[in-house]
């Protein structure tokens, strides 16, 4: 009874301010971007890493894979570094924010998937 | 309390741990199996008192699943830990964590009242059986809002 009441509020809660963003079905697969930029700020540890860089004006953050994945791929903290151009290819948020998840990063012209 | 919390995430171990290639993904797996183990043994304990198993007796189900269920919860912590702290500040300001650890308190709470009723009033008592219906809905829905942390 009170678990079922907990799970409830849990389910009442989950739609207000989004902290987290997990998972591709955040993201909006009907509308990839390709962007070329500047990496200007850069971290790449867990859960996942993270790029900024500037589009349209806006600051956006690039969510890429956790440490693991990078590394596997060859996307090493050698490679992806602040200052570098970057191509990145993801889709946005649904809700609008300036964030997108990467499906691939071009860097010193390599790509990197990141799925 | 959020001082504290961004200390724990500055922390030369949550660093560690941020950048570590494997510890973290390690912790996840880790953490994830001991929930199974530790919600089996506790699952065959609840059900045993509900009836729903028969056979050995109480006493020796407990006996012989308690220290199960406390290594896989000392597992638990520290895997659970590991997952923290790189991202204490706002793990701790998640919905779904904070739900999370009231019915892990409940939970632990409902362990309190199920072994005093046991004892005081013996296993087919009211109260044991409630508490025990109780252990199985609180401990599954903690691994419901531990998984629902990434998501909200």
């Known amino acids: ?115 | 309390m959020i001082a504290l919390l961004e200390a724990v995430q500055a922390s030369a171990f949550a660093a560690y741990v941020r950048d570590s290639v494997l510890l973290y993904p390690f912790a996840n797996v880790a953490h994830v199996v001991a929930v199974m183990v530790f919600f089996a043994a506790v699952a065959v304990m609840d059900l045993r008192l509900l009836r729903v198993i028969r056979g050995m007796p109480v006493p020796l189900v407990i006996e012989r699943l308690r220290p199960v269920a406390v290594g896989a919860l000392v597992v638990i912590a520290a895997t659970g830990l590991t997952l923290f702290v790189p991202e204490a500040a706002a793990t701790a300001r998640n919905q779904a964590f904070l739900l999370k650890l009231a019915a892990i308190a409940l939970a632990l709470g409902n362990i309190a009242v199920n072994e005093w009723a046991l004892r005081r009033d013996g296993e087919s008592s009211r109260t044991v059986q409630v508490t025990a219906g109780l252990s199985l809905a609180l401990w599954l829905s903690t691994a419901a809002l531990g998984r629902a942390i990434a998501y909200v």
């Open chain 1, 1 to 115: 009874m009170f678990a079922s009441r907990l799970l409830a509020a849990a389910l009442l809660l989950a739609p207000l301010p989004a902290l987290a963003h997990h998972g591709w079905g955040s993201y909006d697969a009907a509308k990839p971007l390709t962007v070329d930029a500047v990496i200007e700020e850069v971290e790449l540890g867990n859960p996942h890493g993270t790029l900024m860089i500037s589009h349209d004006g806006r600051k956006w953050e690039v969510v890429l894979a956790p440490p693991s994945r990078m590394q596997a791929r060859g996307a090493t903290s050698s490679v992806v570094t602040k200052g570098k151009p970057v191509k990145v290819y993801g889709y946005p948020r649904r809700d609008g924010t300036a964030e997108m998840r990467a499906e691939w990063i071009e860097i010193d012209g390599r790509r990197f998937e990141l799925r």
